[in-house]
């Protein structure tokens, strides 16, 4: 079946660094894949999209990589800021028509 | 754009009742919109696909006839909880995909079973 793995729970980052997190999938073949963001108590909010074609994404301070023979996303955020912290959601989907499933999510602390 | 909007925000009732959640897409229309229950700390679980005019597609395990779907127009979809339980209480979270290619999420309604 399909899985998809996020790399921890929880990541706590000082506030300048940059954080990277992961995504690992498995028995899945996604066309694109979303990254969101989640605040407790809120629904999530899109961040960005990468598709298969595409070795990287930027977006302001982010950045998405996805490598198809990995199987694997990274998610980078440069110059944290504790207004980063959040739990960031992947979610990969084979085309436009397929239901996409969400990971666990990584819960990330920027401590100031 | 983008918006999706969900109403109430936070419902509490008592066991045995029927509680309804409207999930509306605000500046688009949305053929397909998709519900979503997360239990604390815990990650999105789908439950099932609104399709406008026709039945629910329900995810495994979840019961068609405990969690009552209704996509009557473009821009509205309806979860009805029936029967509610202590253990139906969550967070129940709506969406839509104006793009085909990006799901934008409502605000979630809080729902306490008591």
């Known amino acids: 079946s399909q899985k998809i793995e996020q790399n921890s729970e929880a990541l706590n980052i000082q506030e300048g660094k940059t954080a990277t997190l992961t995504c690992n999938y498995t028995n899945y073949s996604p066309a694109y894949l979303q990254w969101y963001r989640q605040d407790p108590g809120r629904g999530p909010v899109f961040l960005l999209l990468i598709r298969e074609n595409e070795k990287e994404k930027r977006k302001e301070r982010l950045k998405v990589t996805f490598d198809t023979t990995l199987k694997q996303s990274l998610f980078h955020i440069t110059a944290s800021q504790p207004a980063d912290s959040a739990t960031y959601l992947c979610a990969p989907a084979r085309n436009r028509d397929d239901k996409i499933i969400f990971g666990k999510g990584t819960r990330l602390h920027i401590l100031p | 754009g983008a918006v999706v909007s969900q109403h109430p925000s936070r419902v509490i009732c008592k066991s045995g009742t029927s509680v309804k959640i409207e999930c509306r897409s605000l500046d688009f229309q949305a053929t397909t919109m998709f519900w979503y229950r997360q239990f604390p700390k815990k990650s999105l679980m789908l439950m099932a696909t609104?399709?406008?005019?026709?039945?629910?597609?329900?995810e495994q395990g979840v019961e068609k006839d405990k969690f009552l779907i209704n996509h009557a127009s473009l821009t509205l979809s309806t979860l009805t909880v029936t029967s509610a339980h202590p253990e139906d209480s969550s967070f129940y979270i709506c969406?839509?995909?104006?793009?085909?290619?990006?799901?934008?999420f409502g605000p979630g309604t809080r729902l306490t079973v008591l």
């Open positions: 969406s839509a995909d104006p793009r085909g290619d990006t799901q934008y």
């Open positions: 609104s399709n406008e005019g026709s039945k629910a597609t329900y």
